[in-house]
C-alpha cells in the first residue's frame, strides 16, 4: 500500500499545516481536561479514566466530522479530486490513505489525555487492565467514528453539509440503545446491539469483549466501503 501511505503522508502535512487542526486539538483536550479536574474534585474521588472518557465519546460526535469534513469535500469542491482519480491510484488506496491521516490525527489527540492517567498514577492507583481496555475503545470508537465521518464528506462538496451528516449519522448510532431498550421485540435488540455507546460501557468498565472489538471494526469497514463506493461514483458523473 504504498501509494495509500504517500496519500496519508500528504494528508498529515495539511493537517499539521492547518490553523484548524490546532483549534481542534486544543478543544478536545481542554474537555477532556475539565471533565478530569471535575471528576477528582468530589469528596473521596476515584482513580479513574471513565470520567473523561465518557465525555471524549461525546465529543467525537463534533470532533470526528470536524476532523474529516474537509478530506473528500474540500477536494471536490477546488476540482483536485477529479486530479486524484485520473493519478494511478485505486479508489481504496485513495480512501485508506486519507483514512490513515485523519486517524492519526485522532492518536495524536488521544496521546494528550494520558497527561491524565499519568496524574492519576501519581495521585493513587488505577486499574492498568481498566486504564488500557478504556483508551482500547477510545481508539475504536474514534476509528469508527472518523470512518462515518470520512464517508459523509465523500458525498458532497459543502464542508458544514458534510459535517452535518456526519454529526446526524453518529447521533443515531449513539443513542440507538435508548431506542432499543422502550422495544422488547427483535427490534429493541437490534437497535441496542447497533448503539456506539453500549459497546463502549464494558471496555470503559475493563472487560475486554470481541464482540466489542468486532462490532467497532465492522462499522469501521462498513462506512469506509461505503466511502469507496461514494468515491467511485464519480467515475461514471
Known amino acids: 500500500m504504498p501509494k495509500a501511505l504517500l496519500i496519508a503522508r500528504r494528508e498529515a502535512l495539511a493537517y499539521l499545516t492547518s490553523p484548524v487542526s490546532y483549534v481542534i486539538a486544543l478543544v478536545f483536550t481542554l474537555i477532556a481536561g475539565y471533565f478530569f479536574v471535575d471528576a477528582l474534585s468530589v469528596p473521596f474521588p476515584e482513580a479513574s479514566v471513565s470520567p473523561y472518557a465518557g465525555a471524549l465519546t461525546l465529543v467525537l460526535l463534533f470532533i470526528a466530522p470536524a476532523l474529516t469534513m474537509r478530506l473528500f469535500a474540500e477536494e471536490r469542491r477546488l476540482g483536485t479530486l477529479d486530479l486524484l482519480m485520473a ?4 479508489d481504496w488506496q485513495l480512501v485508506i ?7 492519526g490525527q485522532y492518536v495524536l489527540l488521544l496521546t494528550a489525555t494520558l497527561l ?34 470520512l464517508w459523509a464528506s465523500s458525498l458532497t462538496a459543502n464542508q458544514a453539509l458534510s459535517a452535518i451528516v456526519g454529526m446526524g449519522v ?3 448510532l449513539s443513542v440507538a440503545h435508548l431506542a ?11 437497535l441496542t446491539e447497533s448503539s456506539m455507546v453500549e459497546h463502549f460501557a ?3 468498565r475493563g472487560v475486554l469483549d470481541l464482540t466489542d472489538v468486532s462490532y467497532y471494526l465492522s462499522v469501521t469497514a462498513v462506512f469506509l466501503f461505503l466511502c469507496v463506493r461514494s468515491v467511485e461514483s464519480r467515475r461514471w458523473v
Open 87 to 90: 493519478a494511478p491510484v485505486t
Open 97 to 103: 490513505g486519507k483514512y490513515l491521516a485523519v486517524l
Open 116 to 149: 491524565f492517567a499519568a496524574v492519576l498514577y501519581w495521585l493513587g492507583a488505577p486499574d492498568t487492565g481498566v486504564v488500557a481496555t478504556t483508551y482500547l475503545g477510545l481508539l475504536l470508537y474514534g476509528g469508527a467514528s472518523l470512518a462515518v465521518g
Open 170 to 172: 453518529l447521533l443515531l
Open 180 to 190: 432499543g431498550a422502550r422495544l422488547s421485540s427483535l427490534a429493541g435488540v437490534i
Open 202 to 204: 464494558d471496555l470503559r
